[in-house]
Structures are given as structure tokens and as C-alpha cells.
């Protein structure tokens, strides 16, 4: 069992910045795949970015078009914590951020490959 601990949202203005953290418990944390999800009122789950193993201490990043060049997915394995730094923020990307973690290290963008999810994390921008 996983379980995943999310902080760092709040209310933002347009343009301005939020990193998000997810703590994870675990002591394989290094070749989890995490992920980072958002859903908006109304709106299905979104992928938002990923990371994930590509050998050795090396990872692969995922991110979706939208948040692109704006966001960027981190992670610190000693603390078992990914980040998303999140910048240029715009009204739309208002949503509950959740994190997920893959434990086998192999899913990057679809939400139904993730095995455990945290509570989410609210994230308002308002213009």
C-alpha cells in the first residue's frame, strides 16, 4: 500500500506561481512512475505530467500540451516527494491537482494505470 499526501495549493493570481508536493510513503519510491492529474468542476480527470524511470538515476518526463513549458514534474528521492512547479498560471488551470503512483514504474499519462492517488489538492487562479 501507498498512500500519497499532497500540499501546496491555494489561491493565486493570474500569472503568478505554486509548486505542489507529494509526499509518498514506500521504500522503493525511486521506480514508482508519479503522475500528476487534474480535475476542474464539471470536467473528466486530466493528465497533466509524468515521470518515470529510464534507467539508473535517469527519468523520463511527460507533460500534457496545455501545460507545457509552464509546468515542470521534479523529484527528490531521499524525501520519496514529487513537485510540480507550476508558472505563468492561467483561470484555467483551476482544478483539484492530484498525484498517483504507479509502483511498477510504467505508466505516464493515463489516469486508469495509476494504482494509488492522493486527496488532491484545490488550486484556484483567479484573473
Known amino acids: 500500500q501507498v498512500q500519497l499526501v499532497e500540499s501546496g495549493g491555494g489561491l493565486v493570481q493570474a500569472g503568478g506561481s505554486l509548486t505542489l508536493s507529494c509526499a509518498a510513503s514506500?521504500?522503493?519510491?525511486?521506480?514508482?512512475?508519479m503522475g500528476w492529474f487534474r480535475q476542474a468542476p464539471g470536467k473528466e480527470r486530466e493528465f497533466v505530467a509524468a515521470?518515470?524511470?529510464?534507467?539508473?538515476?535517469?527519468?523520463?518526463?511527460y507533460y500534457a500540451d496545455y501545460v507545457k513549458g509552464r509546468f515542470t514534474i521534479s523529484r527528490d528521492n531521499a524525501k520519496n516527494t514529487v513537485y510540480l512547479r507550476m508558472n505563468s498560471l492561467k483561470p484555467e488551470d483551476t482544478a483539484v491537482y492530484y498525484c498517483?503512483?504507479?509502483?511498477?514504474?510504467?505508466?505516464?499519462?493515463?489516469?486508469?494505470?495509476?494504482?494509488?492517488w492522493g486527496q488532491g489538492t484545490q488550486v484556484t487562479v483567479s484573473s
Open positions: 515521470t518515470k524511470r529510464s534507467g539508473g538515476n535517469t527519468y523520463y518526463t
Open positions: 514506500g521504500r522503493t519510491f525511486s521506480s514508482y512512475g
Open positions: 498517483a503512483a504507479d509502483p511498477v514504474g510504467q505508466e505516464t499519462t493515463n489516469a486508469f494505470g495509476y494504482d494509488y
